[in-house]
């Protein structure tokens, strides 16, 4: 049996009773950086056969886990931190482990996405995961652009030489949203900064460690039933976030039972 074994965070403590139980029964442990791996197992006296699982063996790598567990191996995986698979490796292997009908199974435990989003303060009814964006600029733009729209919380992952160019990518396409910025979390110096997109450079952060994003999605701002926007802010809220002028109008005629907004506006929702 293969096991995708979801590690601490930061706090090594926030493993679960039985991570450490399939950590102690398989044969092997497949790392994503076995240097880093070994922080957490000697801390728990975890002594395993290590092997290296990584983006850029992911392949080559997959097909020898897949033999080992045809020997009759057992194999935990884990990445640096948090849950395998979650924008880390693991997707060609169970490709691969499905493709051969070979069972596999997931020990969940911490999650940096989740976690961040709790600590945003940020609508958590509905979201939507997307990792990290795209490298090339061409394609990280419209990658946005498919998202925009989107009514749900959206989370992001970022890397600390891409954090100011991240947040300026998706204010220039999003538009003025509440966000989120959290890092190191779980450990001491835990931090969640609350600010609008249009202020990002005015954070003054020292970037280090890697970051989660939470941004709040298309239309919550206006859809709350205690907003102190005017109408006409209203309208320039939905245009600016990717609505034509019709379309903004009529939501906003919706939202605030208007049956005549077009006399309002002096213009007409035929326009």
């Given amino acids: 049996m293969l096991y995708f074994v979801a590690t601490p965070i930061g706090n090594l ?4 009773l039985r991570a450490l139980e399939v950590l102690n029964f398989v044969d092997i442990i497949a790392c994503e950086d076995t240097r880093k791996s070994l922080i957490l197992l000697n ?10 699982y990584h983006k850029n063996n992911e392949k080559i790598s997959a097909e020898g886990i897949l033999k ?3 020997q009759g191996k057992n194999i935990a995986v884990i990445s640096d931190s948090g849950m395998p698979v979650i924008s880390d490796p693991g997707s060609v292997l169970i490709d691969v482990l499905k493709k ?6 997931v020990i969940p435990g911490a999650n940096a996405s989740l976690s961040a989003l709790i600590l945003s303060g940020l609508n958590s009814k509905s979201f939507s995961f997307f990792g990290f964006l795209p490298e090339k600029n061409k394609d990280r733009i419209e990658f946005l652009n498919s998202i925009k729209n989107y009514t749900t919380t959206l989370i992001f992952y970022v890397s600390p030489h891409n954090l100011l160019k991240d947040i300026s990518h998706i204010y220039d396409v ?7 910025l959290v890092n190191e979390i779980t450990k001491m110096f835990e931090k969640s900064i609350n600010f609008n997109l249009k202020d ?3 954070l003054n952060i020292q970037p280090k460690g890697e970051y989660v994003l939470v941004v709040e999605g298309l239309l919550q701002k206006t859809e ?3 907003t102190n926007l005017s109408l006409h802010e209203q309208v320039e809220y939905f245009v600016k976030n990717g609505l034509s002028k019709k379309e903004a109008l009529k939501k906003v005629a919706k939202n605030n039972n208007i049956k005549n907004i077009y006399k309002i506006f002096n213009t007409n929702l035929n326009e």
């Fill in 13 to 16: 403590k926030d493993i679960s």
């Fill in 43 to 52: 801390h728990y006296n975890i002594k395993k056969r290590l092997i290296s």
């Fill in 68 to 70: 080992l567990l045809q």
């Fill in 100 to 105: 051969n009908n070979q069972p596999y199974s």
């Fill in 174 to 180: 999003l538009g003025s949203r509440n966000a989120c």
């Fill in 200 to 202: 990002f450079q005015e």
């Fill in 224 to 226: 709350n039933n205690n």
